[in-house]
């Protein structure tokens, strides 16, 4: 009888502690499944802020190239800094505010989805009298790629309205308008 309770007892405890040793491997099996998943997670992540980067220099480029055509001086140009965020919209169809008569209830339509790129820029740069000033704009782009002018906003103009307001002020500079 007490041969029989000492062998239930080694047997109770040899079981438990095999399934304690399940468990441990059940763990640890879990635990390098859960590496490899963060690792990889890691890895994805690394690649899309990679992916934003590069979308980002091609935003601030192409904020930069049409802004220095406003300039007096665009060799001159040396950006200070820039801070720039990115959102996706929600809705279809976007009201910008313009300035002037020209562009009066003119709208750029988004799709849902689409991106909005906004940058606020510091720059130095000369101005006619050849002085080196420090200058601020904001410049806006809405859609996924940077291909289309009208989707392109600086100080909340089109490169298109800039160039007919500016001929206006030159016209009237002259009196000829």
């Known amino acids: 009888m007490g041969g029989e309770i000492l062998r239930k007892t080694i047997l109770i405890s040899v079981l438990s502690i095999g399934l304690a040793s399940c ?67 929600s809705q279809y169809g976007y009201e910008k505010s313009c300035r002037g008569d020209w562009c009066k209830g003119k709208t750029i339509t988004i799709k849902e989805g689409d991106k909005r790129w906004n940058s606020i820029i510091e720059y130095d740069a000369s101005n006619s009298f ?4 420090r200058g601020r704009y904001e ?18 103009m089109t490169p298109s309205e800039y160039s007919y307001q500016s001929a ?10």
């Open 23 to 89: 468990d441990k491997l059940h763990e640890y099996r879990q635990s390098q499944e859960l590496k490899k998943e963060l690792a990889e997670h890691k890895k994805l992540k690394a690649e899309r802020e990679a992916e934003i980067q590069i979308l980002k220099l091609s935003f601030l480029k192409t904020c930069e190239d049409e802004f220095k055509k406003r300039l007096k001086s665009p060799i001159s140009y040396l950006r200070y800094s820039e801070k720039t965020s990115i959102n996706v919209s």
């Open 130 to 133: 050849g002085a080196m000033i």
């Open 168 to 177: 206006i002020s030159k016209m009237r500079a002259i009196g000829g308008y």
């Open 139 to 156: 410049c806006d782009y809405f859609g996924n790629d940077f291909s289309n002018e009208t989707n392109l906003l600086i100080d909340g």
